[in-house]
């Protein structure tokens, strides 16, 4: 993760990838910036930017994965307990959005080789797909809020 604190009003900002939910993917650069960064942006979800969109869109598919957590209140290193609670594969893949991890960080961390690191994130990926499928199907909408 790079910045827990992104403007959301900058300027030149592009949809890098557009989600059900009202979840997405924003291309922008910040000022002062020669390379783009990727906000995820998600209802009563704290905007996180990655500077590299594959992260990003990783990260979106962890939300969906857990059906959305919350990233407020989990400290700089913590881990939402949704995403543990999701289980082995949900939380490497979860890992190799923060910012100076990597497969082999991920692989060593776990015990395993770089191989099994990839097949985890594979099956959080498909999982995220099929939830998102399924939402766009049954045309659902973000939960109202309740203030």
Sequence with gaps: MVDNDADPSTPAETVHEDYPLDVRVVEFVPDGAERPQYRFEAPEHTDI???????????????????????????????????????????????????????????????????????YVGAVRRRAEEIRTEAAERDLEPAADAA
Aim: charged residues 25%; hydrophobic residues 35%; proline residues 6%.
């Design 49 to 119: 930017s990655f500077a590299d969109p594959e992260k990003a869109t990783l990260y979106a598919d962890v939300y969906f994965d857990t059906n959305g957590f919350q990233e407020e209140g989990t400290g700089h290193r913590g881990v939402p307990p949704e995403v543990v609670q999701a289980g082995r594969d949900t939380m490497a893949a979860y890992f190799l959005t923060m910012a100076g991890t990597d497969t082999n960080w991920v692989a060593s961390f776990y015990g395993k080789k770089p191989t099994e690191i990839e097949r």
